[in-house]
């Protein structure tokens, strides 16, 4: 039996061939398995510029951010390491000193 690719669009993997295109039976997707396609890329997060953010950048924060229940706010131009993205409205998960665990949110900051 020959190693088929999966369906792009569903992932499913009983797809055949029909002709000289590429059939998924599931969700009836067809394609050309001789064309190159693009990879859809899941979570896109952009900084304050447009840059796109990944996880382990450092960035810094591009205006003083209020923190609820603390006395003070963060700082513009703090540095923050290691970040991590999710998804929501808070997009960066990341540990800021002084503050400890933080969400921020991708708009007020720019890759370091």
């Not at 890329?41 to 229940?69: E, F, M, R, W, Y």
């Not at 513009?76 to 933080?102: P, W, Y």
Request: charged share 30%; net charge negative; glycine share 8%.
């Amino acid at each position: 039996m020959e190693n088929l690719s999966p369906c792009p669009k569903c992932n499913s993997e009983y797809t055949y061939e029909m002709d000289n295109q590429m059939v998924c039976p599931d969700c009836g997707h067809e394609w050309d398995p001789n064309e190159i396609t693009e990879v859809e890329i899941g979570l896109v997060v952009k900084d304050a510029n447009g840059t796109i953010l990944t996880n382990g950048d450092s960035v810094v924060i591009a205006k003083d951010l209020p923190v609820k229940g603390a006395p003070k706010s963060i700082k513009a131009g703090t540095k923050v390491k290691n970040i991590r993205l999710v998804e929501g409205d808070h997009n960066i998960d990341c540990k800021i000193d002084g503050f400890g665990s933080m969400a921020l949110k991708s708009e007020f900051v720019r890759k370091a």
